[in-house]
């Protein structure tokens, strides 16, 4: 078994952000979240995605994705079996599953809408990246697809199930991707050429063409990100941050803005999930 190393990603980068206490929960003391169904219909849609690319160019039409959907939720319903339960009678599902599969064909007839599939031939599909960073965080995440031209250009493609951000925005949603670009470079010695966010809600292209400043800019704050989680972990602090985004937190009965106790901190986990040990006196 490979041993786990503290590191950062995107995601949770974002999480701390938009409030340490959530990163806390989500990170160090991993409490269990409710299945999101909207989140759930992403990972179908990508899996769908990932196998259409598997196949050979010429062959990957909407009728092959629509056909695909059943394996793909098959083997969603064996990594989380609670999603059957769910979509049984009175199960608690706020739609029938028929609803639910054909809001995720919807989307993937969008995709086709947006990209000709059988005019790319991506390096890779759901690509694990990780860097580490000399005297920084371990970066990781996973690309959803990297495509590479013929002149070795690398274009950074993310899809995501939900709507284009409002401009004021764009820049929290291009994080993400010049993240991903900061560790294809530091791995390859190669400034991809175009970062491209797919949403296929509303069927909008987000592209950026990332410059070496960009990517510098980035690490840098994926440092000062790292520092602060760090910190946090030393002091025993996760202070939350209330914001609109709380409307749709799981924890709310932990957190003390609504009236919640999170519950004690261990300081063998802030040491293996962040590699920090805690001051005594903030477990104390």
């Known amino acids: 078994m490979v ?30 979240e409710p299945i999101s169904l909207a989140a759930t219909r992403g990972t179908l849609v990508h899996a769908v995605l990932e196998e259409l690319y598997a196949a050979p160019r010429g062959t990957r039409t909407p009728e092959m994705a629509r056909a695909l959907l059943p394996a793909e939720w098959e083997k969603l319903l064996v990594a989380e079996p609670r999603l059957a339960e769910l979509f049984a009678p009175g199960g608690g599902a706020p739609q029938p599953l028929a609803e639910w599969l054909a809001e995720a064909e ?8 947006l990209e000709d599939p059988n005019t790319l031939a991506p390096e890779a599909t759901e690509l694990w990246v990780q860097h580490q960073l000399e005297g920084g965080p371990l970066l990781r995440g996973v690309v959803d697809r990297l ?11 993310d899809y995501k199930t939900g709507k284009s951000p409002r401009p004021q925005y764009e820049g929290t949603a291009l994080f993400q991707m010049r993240f991903y670009a900061m560790v294809l470079f530091k791995e390859r010695g190669v400034l991809p050429k175009m970062l491209q966010l797919v949403y296929l809600g509303d069927g909008q292209v987000l592209r950026a063409t990332p410059s070496q400043g960009d990517l510098e800019l980035t690490e840098h704050k994926a440092r000062q990100i790292w520092e602060a989680i760090e910190t946090a972990g030393r ?5 939350p941050r209330r914001s609109k985004l709380c409307g749709w937190c799981a ?22 999930r962040l590699g920090v040990e805690p001051r005594q006196a903030a477990v104390a």
């Open 147 to 157: 495509d590479v031209s013929p002149a070795g250009d690398l274009r950074v493609v």
């Open 106 to 113: 919807r989307l993937l007839e969008t995709y086709f809408t």
């Open 3 to 32: 041993a786990y190393r503290p590191g950062l990603s995107p995601s949770r980068a974002s999480d701390f952000q938009q409030c340490p206490l959530l990163f806390r929960f989500r990170v160090v003391d991993q409490l269990p």
């Open 251 to 272: 924890h709310q009965a932990q957190c003390p803005e609504f009236g919640g106790t999170p519950p004690p901190l261990d300081p063998a986990k802030v040491a293996q």
């Open 235 to 239: 002091d025993g602090r996760f202070v």
